[in-house]
């Protein structure tokens, strides 16, 4: 559960691990059984560590099994460096691209824990959205998508 106001919070689920890394997802309804907000659709993604619920800010609720996700895939390295590969959250599976090929994935970034709840808070007004934040929108959009990576 992720504070975003006083009376506000919305929830989310630990999707995948990847060493200190959590791929975490925040779910649209902020109202309801868990159940029925874990079906409400994804509303954002970020890839954080586990600081904020480790301290008791976002409080752990329940152990559900993980929604469906599309897997994201992530561009690494540097296209001057001639080194570009195209791989999977956890780093088990990656694959050299071309500079037009990786230019139609994201580029892996971690975020603060307090960066998705900054943008938690701004989804709900509670705070001015601003650029910095689309990629929490961006990464929810790719793993909600139901089209598949071919490999």
């Known amino acids: 559960m992720v504070p975003v106001f006083e009376d506000l919070q919305m929830y989310g689920q630990v999707i995948d691990q990847a060493g200190p890394q959590f791929l975490v997802i925040l ?17 954002l993604a970020g890839i954080v560590d586990d600081g904020k619920w480790r301290n008791g800010d976002w409080p752990i609720l329940a ?3 993980s929604v469906r996700t599309r897997p994201p895939w992530f ?3 540097h296209q001057q460096l001639g080194n570009l590969r195209l791989t999977n959250f956890d ?12 230019s139609k994935y994201r580029n892996r970034t971690t975020a603060d824990p307090r960066a998705l709840q900054i943008a938690a808070e701004a989804v709900h007004r509670r705070r001015e959205w601003n650029q910095a934040l689309d990629t929490f929108r961006e990464l929810a959009t790719e793993l909600a998508s139901e089209s598949d990576v071919s490999q």
């Open 63 to 65: 152990n559900y099994p």
């Open 27 to 43: 779910f649209r309804s902020t109202t309801g059984p868990l159940d029925v907000i874990m079906r409400s659709g994804i509303e």
């Open 75 to 77: 561009v690494v390295g």
């Open 91 to 102: 780093g088990t599976i990656t694959r050299t691209v071309t500079a037009s090929e990786s």
